[in-house]
DNA sequence: TTCGCTTAGTTATACGTATTACTAAAGCAA
DNA sequence: TTGCTTTAGTAATACGTATAACTAAGCGAA
């Protein structure tokens, strides 16, 4: 709008002025030499064919004209992206940002960045996810589906791209490229609720989502209720955010009759808030109803929500390296394996 | 499978049937046509030089061998990435997934995927991601930098890399395409400071991180304490951590004589900190003791923590639509503008 | 002299796509 | 018949890089 010259950026326009990224072919101009010897110089450490003195010249016309690899032409030439995907539900829950720095600690040492895409655990963003995959963008990916099952992720691992599941319980081993990394969700659940009914607690609910890693969970507490004669509650709301565990917690409110005496929250975000729905109504916590959570996410300490530690970096650093591994030559072949991290128990003041 | 041409092409013919992925060359081949037809029926909509029937054999063929456009190639050629870059110190940090998510709002729908990159708020780091983004890996950044200046950054928009800077005030308009957008973060912070005052805290102080936006809020807080007749009181740690934030507050709570009435955070993260500090030496809020913060994150209002709300889903968003509207032809000539949008304070009860 | 070896590179090609420029064949009018 | 238009495509090229295959010059040895 200004007095501003039109500038082209790229293009054979060749104006002089435009600072366009330059190639090695610019370089190689440059310093009077191919553009063959401009690569061999700027990737490997040792170059028999080219002398000090060159060698020296070409890395100073790079510095000089400020030169920065393409890294798309990069991808394509190479077929490697060094890229890893990270698909999850929501990165506003709480639980993944940790498992993305544990992914990064691993993945940028190797030479690997971090592309997020979130699902909101829907289907259909899962379906969009494979199809985004299935165009070279990453060369692994660590991933949570609520949906997909092994035969929907197939053909990742049919297409070269390995794939580290975050789950709720060992898989079997596969022929497939597809990992799994977990704690035991059922038996992180059912030490949860043995917890509760240790304090004393006869009538314990649990607040679950629709899908995902709640189903097992879900199992470990039936399993512990019913080997207890008590028998299981459950509240199911959609999805896992504060918004449904308050709900869940208000649908358990209204009862008429007796109500639980604990809530088990499926995830903390669940939990956090049920909690906040059982203030609002005027309960203490744990006096006139206990809450335990699932996952240990940073603010479950600040609450005091007593919970089920899972080890978030780790688990997305053991993802990580399970890739880079997977990506070393030769390193498709071996059947997928399942790897357990530990759970802890984390007793706080809700309980 | 039928035919058995199904060929190793990619990776020297080490496996026997892997599936590689099919290119244009593919379908062109198995449909009868040129790689250009291919690329033609696929990409237009409407193509004259294609008749329907030969258009419909190809899309046939290429649903049948599952084709997926190679997104590195297409970059290559196109010289786009389809790719927004989100710079930012810590993805752990509550206040920035909700940020991404509102970019993401905007980016997905206009084709653009987001990619995360954390500078921890050190200047190495924050160097690091302005090399990265010199290779062409997105087509525009949203970034909140600790410690690169315009100087340090107008090679990104130079080289043709719109870059829209999350900000803590207004910045003059400039020549480059460098947007910001903002919440006046000192106003912000003077009308907190105004808040604590008239609640009758007189002993004010304020924890404050060494850099980043931290500064601009303390600049709100000195002026309006001077004002009033006060002396600002400040405490100094690292990062935006709890950690940092504990620190500072028992560091205020060594202090023999008198301890301040009411402790300002610069941040959620601090004030969450600070807040725990405080509990944790017996004190209670606000009893014993007022507390604020900045931000608005999740947990705040799980917390009780009465703070400055910034819009965090609709920075990213604004954030999101200036670089979409940047990168439509001719968008990289108009200077750039810092946007606002509006704060609001959260009082809660922590003060 | 010829042969072989080393040095210092160069040339050529491929990755998969998008696009521009071109063309062969058919149809039709004059 | 020529000339022109339309139809239905194809061939060629470029994007920037990595790498395999090649070469020209110089030198020493047989």
Request: with cysteine.
């Amino acid at each position: 709008m200004t007095t501003s010259t039109t500038r082209t950026k790229r293009g054979k326009g060749r104006d002089k002025a435009a600072p366009a990224r330059p190639t090695q072919k610019d370089i190689a101009l440059a310093a009077g030499v191919s553009q063959a010897a401009v690569s061999l110089v700027l990737n490997k450490t040792e170059t028999p064919s080219v002398p000090s003195a060159t060698r020296t010249r070409i890395i100073e016309v790079a510095e000089g004209l400020g030169y920065r690899p393409n890294h798309p032409a990069r991808m394509l030439r190479s077929a490697r992206t060094m890229t890893f995907a990270c698909v999850i539900p929501d990165i506003t829950n709480p639980f993944y940002p940790g498992l993305v720095r544990g992914l990064q600690a691993v993945a940028a040492p190797a030479g690997y960045d971090v592309l997020i895409f979130d699902t909101d655990g829907r289907p259909e963003r899962e379906a969009r996810a494979i199809d985004w995959l299935l165009q070279g963008r990453a060369d692994g990916v660590v991933a949570t589906f609520f949906h997909l099952r092994v035969p929907q992720l197939a053909v990742l691992a049919r297409k070269g791209i390995p794939l580290v599941r975050l789950e709720s319980r060992h898989k079997p081993d596969g022929p497939l490229a597809i990992d799994s990394v977990y704690i035991d969700n059922a038996e992180a659940a059912a030490e949860m609720t043995r917890l509760l009914i240790a304090r004393g607690h006869r009538r314990i609910a649990m607040i679950q989502a629709e899908f995902g890693p709640s189903q097992r969970r879900a199992q470990g507490y039936s399993a512990v209720m019913r080997e207890a004669g008590l028998s299981p509650d459950f509240v199911t709301d959609s999805a896992y955010s504060e918004e449904s565990g308050a709900r869940a917690m208000n649908r358990l409110l209204e009862r008429r009759g007796e109500r639980p005496t604990a809530v088990f929250g499926a995830s903390d975000v669940l939990a956090l808030g049920a909690m906040e729905a059982a203030r609002n109504a005027g309960l203490s916590i744990p006096g006139d109803i206990a809450i335990a959570g699932f996952d240990d996410i940073p603010v479950a300490k600040l609450l005091g929500l007593t919970t089920v530690r899972q080890p978030e970096f780790d688990l997305g650093a053991l993802a990580a390296e399970t890739l880079v591994r997977r990506l070393q030559p030769g390193g498709l072949g071996s059947p997928g394996k399942s790897r357990e991290l530990k759970f802890e128990i984390m007793k706080r003041s809700s309980v």
